[in-house]
Each structure stands twice: as C-alpha cells, then as structure tokens.
C-alpha cells in the first residue's frame, strides 16, 4: 500500500528536500509503519512559533495549541514587569522541555522586546535535552544564556527562585492512550504522553514542589487535557485560572502563588 501524503506534508517534504528516494528507503527501513509515521520525524522538524525546531523520537511533536502557552506567557511577564517596575530581568524554567519548543520561544520572543530572560530548560530525557541543545543554538544563537538540566520535575533544581515555571507535562489519562491516533501512540514517546490514571500524576507533584521555587508574584503555566476541570485541590497554594484555546477546548492552567 502506498503511503498518500496531504498537501502540507508534501510542502513539509519539499521543503526540507526529502526526495522521493530518500522516502522510498525509509519506507522500506518501516514496512507497513511507514504509512503511519508523522512527517515531522521523517524530516526532523517541526514549525513552531516560525521557526524550525529539530524534532526526534525522543521529543513529541509540538501542536499548535501549545503555541499559545507563549502568548500567555508574555501576558505574564508583561504584569510581573509593570507591577515591579524596577526588575530587568524575568526568570524562568520550562519543565518537561523536549525539544524545547516553550523555553526557546519564549526567551527568543522576550529578546525582540528588549528584556532581558534567565532560562533553565530541564528534562528526564538526556536525549530530548541535547535535541533542545541544539535548537537553542540555532535559533539564538551559539552564545545564549539559556541553561539545561537533567531533572525529574524540579528534583535537580539549584536553589532558585522562578517568575514564571512552565509545564507541558505527560497529561493524557491512561485510560485515553489506547483511543489516540496511531500517528501518535506508535511514535510518539509514551513517557511524554501518559499522565497517570486522571493524568494529573506529575502536575500534582510538581505543584507540590513549585512554591518552593518562586518568586512571591511567581505563576506556573500549565498544558493540561481538556477534561480537567477540577483545581480545587492546588487551591491551597495558588489562584487558578483555567483558560481555553483557540479550539474551545479547556487546555491551560495559570496558577498564581498566593
């Protein structure tokens, strides 16, 4: 059976020149999963905020609603900055990196407005933090001043003190991962993807961890899957916010430290 690509994965192909031997060998390599596999990790890249950002089999693949946890980011930091106006910088940490799509673009997008950012990028994974590696290389250059940290949640973590945390964590229902696509479930690595029986397990340890390591205005930005609706129990802590994306679908959580 031959595999038919849509229209934006031929333009995907084209251009980062896959030829149609180069698809042919691949092809052979997978067998029948060749018709599956997502055209990101054939190429090694995916489009992220404009930008290229190299992707593996150790990453997932970004979606464009993760996108808009760096517009609401720079909503965050843009309060921190106007209620203390004498800070120049803002601390950050992106949790969960992968390829480090989040940390990445909200240091580069914070850069073009004249502030000054101090980034730590962290993941379990030290293949996905070397893939991070080397998008912060190409995208801000050799010299940046992001720093990358092999860490379980917060566990590695210096004492620090972070404006703003965020966090794409595993967060899909274990119940869920036999329903997702096989482009997906097949790929995709499965310890980015299952957050535990309600898919909450890591959000609620690192929010367990989080108060520890923030600034007093500090806010933690939150991808989480659409059933959760129910913050009641972190209520301790933080303020939550839950807000929607572009879709309609519930999608991210903003906590702010009380």
Known sequence: MKRIFTPYELAQLAKHTITDFDLEKISKGLGETFLDIPVEYITGFCEFRKHDFQVSRDTLIPRIETEEMIDIGLECAAGILEKNIDKKTIAFADIGTGSGIIGISFANELSEKGIITKGTLSDISPNALE???QNAKRILGEEN???FLESNLLENFPVSKFDIVFA?????PSGNMKGLDSSVKDFEPVSALDGGPDGLDLVRKLLQQAPAFLNQDGIVILEVDDSHLDATEFLENFHVEIRKDQFGNNRFWI????
């Open 131 to 133: 893939i991070a590696k």
């Open 145 to 147: 001043d992001l720093a």
């Open 168 to 172: 794409n964590l595993p967060y899909i």
């Open 255 to 258: 906590l702010k430290l009380k």
